[in-house]
């Protein structure tokens, strides 16, 4: 299938959705968040793939919410239409989702990417909630993501003020797990989502999971959901698979069941 405001490609188990709104730097208008939020659904329901990016541009990643589409909005239509409510299409996708930044990330788009299960950035970007600068606050879990990423104090900082901060910043307070240079983002993404991609399917969607659910259990009841899910695992042909490889010294050859 092919959409107006995102492009899909399959690079071996890995699926790529690229977001395509060059003259609005990717603002995230409602029918773009529609093609994302389907292209990332189709990959999670292929057999054929095992993790998937999510990227923009050189110039930006996504310059946030769409300012031009929201600006005359009321409170009482945005309450009565759940305003932004279709934005948590990402949560349910199953299978790992990197976000590859390069440019800008802001507000929405800063947000979109902290939706994803990891981020790595190009040496050239930049992360920042300005919403405040226009008179709101983030609407899409900035408030909440970012504090469990960089804690309170650097999530005041960035909130409150609207700054931006750069890659290697967003690395250093934990926004960010990898920096690489912009021209290679892609390409070094792609080798990690195809690391990923060939593990045992079952497993990483366990993994996955359980770090989710870290950030909503509690201690006692996040080390049961952790110890189920490790003795699950041992109901997979991939489990045995892994650890005979292991014995013999040879690579493992996951089926992903
Ligand atoms: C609509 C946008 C846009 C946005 C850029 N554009 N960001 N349109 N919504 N968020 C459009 C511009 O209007 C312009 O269109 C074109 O994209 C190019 O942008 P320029 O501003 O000319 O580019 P540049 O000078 O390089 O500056 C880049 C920029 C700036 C610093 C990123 O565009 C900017 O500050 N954008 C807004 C960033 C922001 O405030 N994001 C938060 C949005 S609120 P024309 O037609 O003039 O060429 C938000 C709320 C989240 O996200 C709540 C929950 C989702």
Redesign the pocket.
């Known amino acids: 299938k092919t959409y107006e405001f995102v492009k899909v490609e399959q690079r071996g188990r890995v699926g790529i959705v690229t977001l395509y709104r060059p ?3 990717n ?2 208008c409602s029918p773009l968040m529609k093609d994302l939020n389907e292209a990332l659904q189709a990959f999670d329901k292929d057999e054929g793939i095992g993790a998937m990016i999510v990227t923009g541009s050189e110039k ?1 990643f996504a ?7 929201m600006k005359d909005l009321e409170f009482v239509s945005n309450y009565k239409n759940n305003f ?1 409510g279709d ?1 948590t299409g990402i949560n349910s996708i199953r299978k790992p989702i990197i976000a590859a930044v390069n440019g ?1 990330a ?4 800063c ?1 979109v990417a902290m939706m994803c299960d990891t981020i790595y950035a190009g040496d050239t970007a930049r992360f920042g909630q ?2 405040i ?2 008179g ?1 606050i ?3 879990g ?1 408030s909440q993501r970012l504090t469990s990423l960089v804690g309170k104090a650097k999530a005041m900082d960035l909130i409150l003020t609207g700054d931006m901060i750069t890659a290697q910043e967003a690395l250093a307070s934990g926004l960010v797990a990898r920096v690489f240079p912009a021209k290679d983002l892609l390409e070094e993404s792609v080798k990690r989502a195809t690391i990923i991609a060939n593990m045992s399917l079952p497993s990483v969607l366990m993994a996955k999971e359980a770090i989710n659910k870290s950030l909503e259990l509690g201690l006692t009841e996040g080390l049961h959901l952790e110890r189920r899910l490790f003795q699950a695992t041992f109901g997979t042909k991939d489990q045995k698979e892994g650890m005979a490889a292991f014995t013999e010294k040879r690579a493992p050859n996951f089926k992903h069941e």
């Open positions: 003259k609005a730097l603002a995230l930006a310059a946030g919410a769409d300012i031009k589409e932004l934005w800008f802001l507000g929405g788009g947000e300005p919403e600068k226009l709101t983030p609407g899409a900035g």
